[in-house]
């Protein structure tokens, strides 16, 4: 009986057995694909790390760029403005001596009209005198000249303001200079965290340079239509007729 | 007593702008500082600075920190402040004015504005 016993269980082991090695047969081709599967991504994760990893030190130069363009617009506009300046000082003289030559008109006129007053008997000759000297038509000419200087100062102002493009050029070089800082440093920490970076930032972060988030204006825009100036004016002139605690209130809205 | 301006703005090439504009609307006294703290070393050892154009955004001190800075300082809390700058949302004006700025001139800014902003502030201090 004992022996009996014993043979059903062996054949209930061996059947357990079969059932075993059936599941086995057919998981195995599951494991020989996830194998093959992880052959296959393997490299496909070691190109997209090193990928991470050349995009992430490409940043610093890239900022540096940014921040070249800055430096260079800079001193462009600095240019600019020494040659506009420059342009005034000539403008100031020139304008200068217009006035000089219309005082030195001035004077020769009542020098000749006092001449005629004198010489009277020479009849046509003070007529035809004051006529060749065209003392009119050069006063014109001095008047016309006026203007068109006036023209150019207002034409030098106009390119003063235009630079004021550089100021908020440069504020929106910075606050994309700080996003791209911004994804480097997540960049930087994926790579730690893939084990590629021994540190959690690259070289080269810090050398693109710190920006503080004060000096830019990211919403800065060069517009002229003044709108902005337009809202200014308006809140001023509401805050003139409202107590401290009704601007705080505004301002809490 | 003349104007004596102190003209704040990290960017050298704003600074001459606005000094530039300065000269051609009749005033020509008129020191210049980098950012806040250079402004309020300024202030403190320049007694005959008596108005304050400055920018909102500069590293280290911000035109608003200056502001706020002026306003609880014994001896020039009363000196007229002018901000000159790129922020103009409703928001930024709102919190200039509770900082307690005299005027707001948003650039890019014309020598004429500058003028009317100048002579409202001198009306009414």
């Given at each position: 009986?004992d022996n009996q016993s014993n043979m059903e269980q062996v054949f209930q082991k061996l059947g357990d057995l079969k059932q075993f090695f059936v599941f086995g047969q ?228 | ?125």
């Amino acid at each position: 009986m004992d022996n009996q016993s014993n043979m059903e269980q062996v054949f209930q082991k061996l059947g357990d057995l079969k059932q075993f090695f059936v599941f086995g047969q057919k998981i195995v081709p599951v494991f020989q694909k996830i194998i093959d599967f992880m052959h296959d991504i393997v490299p496909l994760l070691e190109n997209v790390n090193n990928s991470i990893h050349d995009s992430t030190s490409k940043i610093p130069k890239a900022a540096n760029q940014i921040n070249n363009v800055t430096y260079a617009t800079e001193i462009a506009t600095s240019e600019i403005l020494d040659i506009v300046d420059s342009m005034a000082t000539d403008m100031t003289r020139i304008k200068n001596e217009l006035i000089d030559l219309r005082n030195g008109f001035f004077n020769q006129r009542v020098a000749l009209d006092r001449f005629g007053d004198e010489l009277k008997p020479l009849n046509g000759t003070y007529d035809s005198l004051k006529s060749s000297l065209c003392i009119d038509d050069l006063e014109n000419k001095v008047i016309s000249l006026d203007s068109i200087i006036r023209k150019i100062e207002n034409d030098s102002s106009n390119i003063t303001i235009s630079l004021q493009v550089q100021d908020i050029t440069a504020q929106q070089l910075a606050s994309v200079n700080h996003l791209i800082q911004s994804v480097q440093k997540r960049l930087a920490s994926l790579l730690f965290d893939l084990g590629k970076q021994t540190e959690a930032v690259l070289p080269g972060l810090e050398s693109a340079g710190h920006l503080d988030e004060r000096s830019f204006n990211e919403n800065a825009e060069y517009d002229r239509t003044g709108k902005h100036q337009a809202l200014a004016d308006n809140l001023m002139n509401s805050s003139k007729k409202a107590s401290q605690e009704e601007i705080d209130k505004l301002f809490t809205k | 007593m003349g104007l004596k301006f102190l003209v704040v703005d990290d960017s050298v090439t704003m600074r001459r702008i606005v000094a530039n504009s300065l000269k051609s609307i009749g005033y020509d006294s008129f020191v210049e500082a980098g950012d806040g703290r250079e402004a309020i070393t300024k202030l403190d050892s320049d007694g005959s600075i008596n108005f304050v154009i400055t920018d909102w955004n500069m590293p280290e001190f911000t035109g608003l920190e200056l502001v706020k800075a002026i306003r609880s300082h014994e001896r020039i809390n009363n000196i007229p402040i002018l901000m000159v700058t790129t922020r103009g949302l409703k928001e930024d004006i709102l919190e200039a004015l509770q900082a307690k700025v005299n005027n707001y001139v948003v650039k890019p800014f014309t020598p004429q504005v500058l003028k009317e902003k100048i002579d409202q502030i001198l009306a009414s201090v």
